[in-house]
């Protein structure tokens, strides 16, 4: 009696169905899931960035999604206004989506942003965008507080965050980083509250140039020089020098400075 030959299940052939067909498979559910998930990872975004402007602002605090009166994010971003700034002139410009245009991207395209020489680029960014987002609190005297995205190199990498500013233009509110590599507990301090918390009434210009310094030792209280001060964070001169550097960069000529003199002479 002759053996019916057995079926080597074993055999290379077999081997290589069964691993294409669970890439394959692994590769539908993986890309299935990026698909499906990009709305919310959209929304997700949209909503970080207005959490990222409150706080800077001041008005969410740092460890909670709604204000002391229980007003979530939603209701307090209610009353920004976002525009298009060009950063060259100053001027509004309406025909960019404020809700999708992202000025950091903006800044890796060549037709979009300008490469800034060694002189310019204080906040060690390469390149700056030609236009940028400006975050606006109206009131009846005008613009009451001004937020700001800023970004600039620390010791590791580029910090990235907001810059509040009161109606006057010339008071910090508030300041605030949601992405950065600087060492926790040295760097990393830029996120600590207590710290953040000594930016509010700073001033920012003197003699129409930016002056706002981080110090390690602060000017007697009642001179002028203090109220240009901020305390430096201790153990990290580089990354209170990025911080300095980026308030400057961003609030003098190259960055919103031609925007912010229009707004401070109401031109
Ligand atoms: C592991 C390590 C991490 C550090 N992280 C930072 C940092 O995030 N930011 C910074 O400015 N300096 C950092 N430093 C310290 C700098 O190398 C430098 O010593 C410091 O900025 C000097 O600041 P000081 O003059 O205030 O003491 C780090 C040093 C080490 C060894």
Known sequence: MSEEPTKDVDSLGNIFTVAIAVCLVCS??????????????????????KQNVLRAAGLLPADSNTDSQGRGVEELFAQFEVR???????????????????????????????????????????????????????????VETLVLPIRGYG????????????????????????????????????????????WPGTKLMRDGEPALALVKTRSASDSVAAQYEVDALSGATFTNRGVENMVHFWTGDQGFGPYLDKLRTGA
């Not at 060690?124 to 005297?141: A, C, F, K, Q």
């Not at 590791?156 to 980083?177: E, P, S």
């Open 155 to 198: 010791l590791w990498g580029t910090l990235f965050g907001y810059l509040a500013l009161d109606g006057d233009m010339q008071t910090i509110a508030g300041i605030g980083f949601y992405s950065h590599k600087e060492t926790p507990g040295l760097g990393g301090e830029v996120d600590n509250p207590s710290w953040k918390a000594k």
């Open 28 to 49: 539908v559910l993986v890309s299935g899931a990026a698909v499906a998930l990009k709305p919310q990872q959209d929304e997700n975004k949209v909503l970080d960035r």
């Open 84 to 142: 298009a700034v060009n950063l060259d002139t100053g001027e509004y410009v309406d025909s960019i989506d404020t809700t999708t245009f992202d000025p950091v991207r903006a800044a890796g395209d060549p037709e979009l942003s300008i490469d800034l020489g060694d002189g310019e680029d204080i906040a060690t960014i390469g390149r700056r965008e030609n236009v940028s987002l400006v975050y606006l609190v109206e009131g009846d005297s005008g």
